[in-house]
Each structure stands twice: as structure tokens, then as C-alpha cells.
């Protein structure tokens, strides 16, 4: 792959998207590669967690507007019908982002409109000290159509969502944690530490229990509190499968 790395480790696949020079905004190409990355993380047995994050000085700085915008300049319905399946980086931002296993966000520097959607499509963000988040689409005429509206009502309020989308402006790391946009933020040198510290906890439980939390909270959102409540306690007994595992777990706990 010429525009990203892909590694595995320790049952975590390492993606470092790898256009520095562009500041690895997404083309054609990144997409396309993204998109193998996520099918092969889908379906690998060796792996449960995935980081994400950029090389250089930015973790993506959105579309490449010198592709994006003419390829959408006379495009017909169905063509936007059609994208409408299939969102950018990949489409973890909308298609594949029923992959139910983690993906961590470890946000270098910055992450921009469409770099800013990715790293929401992420389940857990982690950010340096040095990361910038900004909705920068209303600038150019456009607003988010990759998830970001969406995710970022979720995630932080329709408050946020509607400040953050309106103004364009830019948000710095530490209000970014206010705002809730973020798990943590760390010296730049401590960012990939901190995102494999996260996944070595997350490799420590039941990978069909954190599988299933990531689906529960996809299902509940939206609904009524009764619907949601009734979801959560199935998802949350059905996990269990047939208690081999829980027993086996249960069994180490006490003899600790």
C-alpha cells in the first residue's frame, strides 16, 4: 500500500494513514486503500482492537478538495443515491461501520472535516496535546455528509454539534476533552503509548462482550427508553453464549 501502513501486533492492527506532504487528506486512493485495511481487519482472526492515527504533523485534514469538489460538480441523482451507501475513509464513516470490533483514534494533530468525521467513527478518541478538530466544510459550501452531523449530536449534543458546524471554527485540544470529544489528551510523545495502553485493556475482557457493547450502543440510540432498555438486556444476557467463557473468567477471578 503506498498511502497508508498496515501492521499487526499483538492482536492490534496499527493503521498510519500516510500522506504527510498532503496532510493525509483522503483521496481516491487513500479511500480505496482504507478500504481494503477495513475489510481484512474485519475478517482477521488474529486481531480484536485497531489504532488509527497519521504520520506527520496531521491525523487527516479531510477530503482532497482538489478531487472531492469536481468529482461531485456534475454528478447526476443516482450517483449521489449511490454514495449514499458508501461514506469516506474506507466507509467507516457509513457502510462498514457495523465492524463491531474497537477502533481507536490516536489524533496526532489535526483532524479536519473529513478527518474530523473518522476520528467520530472512531469508538475512542485519544488526542495530543498538539491535535486540532474543526468542521471546516461551511467554509467551502458544504456541511458534513459523512457522519459528522450525526455522530457529533451524538457524542457531544446538539448544542456542540450545531456551535461547532456553524461557525467552522477551530477547536484545540484541551476543549476538545471538555466538550467531550475526546477520552484524553496527552504530550504528543506519550499518544501512541496511551492508544495501546487502551487496547491492551480493551484485549483483557471478553472480545465478545466489547463486540457486543459496540453493537448494543449502535442499537440504542434513537430509540425509546423502553426499546433501548430492552435491547441492552438482551444484547447484555445473550453475550454470555453458552458460559464457558464467563465461567473460565470467573474461575481466575477468585482464585486471584
Known amino acids: 500500500m503506498e498511502k497508508l ?7 492490534t ?10 496532510l493525509n487528506a483522503l483521496d481516491e486512493e487513500l479511500n480505496r486503500e482504507l478500504e481494503e485495511v477495513w475489510n481484512d481487519f ?10 488509527i492515527t497519521g504520520a506527520g504533523k496531521a491525523f487527516c485534514s479531510g477530503a482532497d478538495l482538489k478531487t472531492f469538489i469536481p468529482k461531485w460538480k456534475n454528478a447526476d441523482l443516482y450517483s449521489l443515491r449511490q454514495n449514499a451507501e458508501k461514506g469516506l475513509a474506507g466507509g467507516i464513516t457509513r457502510g462498514k461501520h457495523r465492524i463491531y ?3 481507536i483514534a490516536a489524533i ?5 472535516g473529513a478527518g474530523f468525521e473518522l476520528a467520530l467513527a472512531c469508538d475512542i478518541r485519544i488526542a495530543s496535546e ?15 455528509g459523512d457522519g459528522g452531523l450525526v455522530r457529533l449530536c451524538a457524542v457531544a449534543g446538539t448544542a456542540v454539534a450545531a456551535d461547532l458546524s456553524m461557525t467552522g471554527r477551530e477547536v484545540k485540544a484541551d476543549e476538545a476533552l471538555k466538550l467531550g470529544l ?12 496511551t492508544a495501546e495502553e487502551y487496547a491492551e485493556m480493551i484485549l483483557k475482557n471478553s472480545q465478545r462482550a466489547v463486540r457486543s457493547v459496540k453493537e448494543t450502543i449502535m442499537e440504542i440510540q434513537g430509540r425509546s427508553l423502553d426499546d433501548a432498555l430492552r435491547v441492552e438486556a438482551m444484547n447484555g444476557y445473550s453475550c454470555l453464549g453458552d458460559f464457558t467463557e464467563a465461567e473460565e473468567r470467573l474461575k481466575g477471578f477468585i482464585k486471584k
Open 42 to 51: 474485519a475478517s482477521c482472526p488474529e486481531t480484536d482492537v485497531a489504532i
Open 13 to 22: 492492527a496499527c493503521i498510519t494513514l500516510n500522506r504527510p506532504e498532503a
Open 5 to 11: 501502513t498496515y501492521e499487526k501486533k499483538n492482536r
Open 182 to 193: 475526546v477520552s484524553r489528551v496527552v504530550p504528543a510523545e506519550e499518544l501512541m503509548k
Open 101 to 103: 470490533k474497537p477502533i
Open 108 to 112: 496526532n494533530g489535526h483532524a479536519i
Open 130 to 144: 498538539k491535535a486540532k478538530f474543526g468542521v471546516f466544510e461551511t467554509r467551502f459550501g458544504l456541511h458534513q
